[in-house]
């Protein structure tokens, strides 16, 4: 019978985990954990950064009457034109400024002195006592 060679005292790194993990738990559940938390945090951001660069890429791709909804046979601005376009118009322009008179509209006050003159002033009663 032969045996196999087998020696002791000699450990692989699976032993020697094995052994950490004995000694120290966390090794087993907070570090793969711990990991998991920081690869998912580095995956969902490389996530993100794709959904807005997809989303970047497709309103550079629209044109510019896409991306304001506008015709494409609209008529083109012409500033001098608007502005002869103005001046046709017939603006009345018979007015004048006119004041309004803060009591005009009851219960409301616009200024301190407003309301003063609606509140009537007494004056508090003189009472003068002597003790002898």
Not at 1 to 6: Q, W
Not at 35 to 42: A, E, Q, R, W
Not at 98 to 121: F, L, N, Y
């Amino acid at each position: 019978m032969v045996f196999a060679k087998k020696t002791y005292g000699v450990a692989t790194p699976a032993d020697r985990f094995a052994q950490a993990t004995k000694k120290r738990p966390v090794l087993y559940f907070g570090l793969p954990f711990v990991l998991t938390v920081v690869i998912g945090s580095f995956a969902l951001s490389e996530l993100t950064a794709t959904k807005y660069n997809v989303h970047d890429n497709r309103t550079k791709a629209m044109s510019k009457e896409e991306g304001l909804k506008l015709s494409k046979n609209r008529r083109k601005l012409d500033l001098q034109e608007e502005y002869w376009r103005l001046q046709a118009q017939d603006i009345d322009d018979d007015w004048e400024i006119k004041r309004v008179d803060a009591q005009a509209v009851p219960g409301v006050t616009t200024s301190p002195i407003a309301s003063q003159a609606t509140e009537p002033t007494t004056a508090p009663a003189s009472s003068s006592t002597t003790s002898a």
